[in-house]
């Protein structure tokens, strides 16, 4: 295992349905990411938090509300979604911000919209 | 553009096969290049990483290479083994002093007896 968890593993939600999912680290890291991987596409950045602080909003639709209350924990708010947003959303983590670290990634949480 | 393409979007080999998968990258200022491996529902696991100045870096069968002046980097896979079916994604760091990350689609590698 990587050290960082995510809940649940899978959803499925309808279009009008909130839902929320959540990611832990137990790396003692700085920073968190969300990132969205659709099938045979690239992952997609979505969010970064470094200590805490949103530092990058990737053009992300304002149904997708990220929350970060400390280092450790980040969730993603779901509201009002769409069928596109259907994917895998994963939740990584790394020391600091900066090209020399190495993200770790949790197993994801595979979203279905109906 | 930013890009990393990779080659080829899927593979078969049989088991104890070798094979080579490529990476071909567009990004400025690099930082460092990785292999991340994917199980099926599963995150990323770093492979390897290399940077500006490695040509090379193993990791057990795993044995990537990177030319940075073609921009080209492979993941060559020794003596193939079933827990290899997975999809094999190069990733590319620019160096903004920030941990942004250039992701390419991926190979999904099956590997049959």
């Known amino acids: 295992e990587t050290g960082v968890t995510q809940t649940p593993r899978h959803l499925v939600m309808g279009m009008t349905n909130k839902k929320s999912l959540k990611c832990e680290q137990h790396?003692?890291?700085?920073?968190m990411y969300w990132y969205k991987q659709s099938a045979k596409k690239p992952l997609e950045l979505m969010f970064v938090y470094n200590f805490k602080e949103q530092t990058e909003n990737n053009s992300v639709p304002s149904r997708f509300s990220p929350e970060c209350p400390n280092s450790s924990h980040l969730f993603l708010h779901l509201h009002t979604l769409q069928p596109e947003d259907s994917a895998l959303y994963l939740c990584a983590s790394s020391q600091e911000l900066g090209e020399r670290n190495e993200q770790f990634f949790g197993p994801g949480t595979r979203l279905t919209v109906l | 553009k930013n890009q990393v393409e990779q080659s080829p979007q899927s593979l078969i080999i049989l088991e104890g096969k070798n094979c080579t998968l490529q990476?071909?990258?567009?990004?400025?200022?690099?930082?460092?290049l990785r292999w991340y491996k994917q199980d099926t529902g599963r995150g990323p696991v770093s492979l390897t990483i290399?940077?500006?100045?490695?040509n090379t870096k193993s990791n057990g069968r795993y044995t990537a290479t990177l030319d940075a002046d073609t921009k080209q980097s492979s993941l060559h896979i020794t003596a193939s083994q079933l827990s290899d079916s997975a999809s094999y994604i190069c990733?590319?760091?620019?160096?903004?002093?920030?941990?942004?990350?250039?992701f390419g689609a991926g190979t999904r590698l099956a590997v049959h007896p």
């Open positions: 990733v590319v760091t620019l160096a903004y002093g920030y941990n942004k990350l250039i």
């Open positions: 290399m940077t500006f100045s490695e």
């Open positions: 990476c071909n990258y567009t990004v400025s200022p690099f930082s460092n």
């Open positions: 790396l003692g890291h700085n920073a």
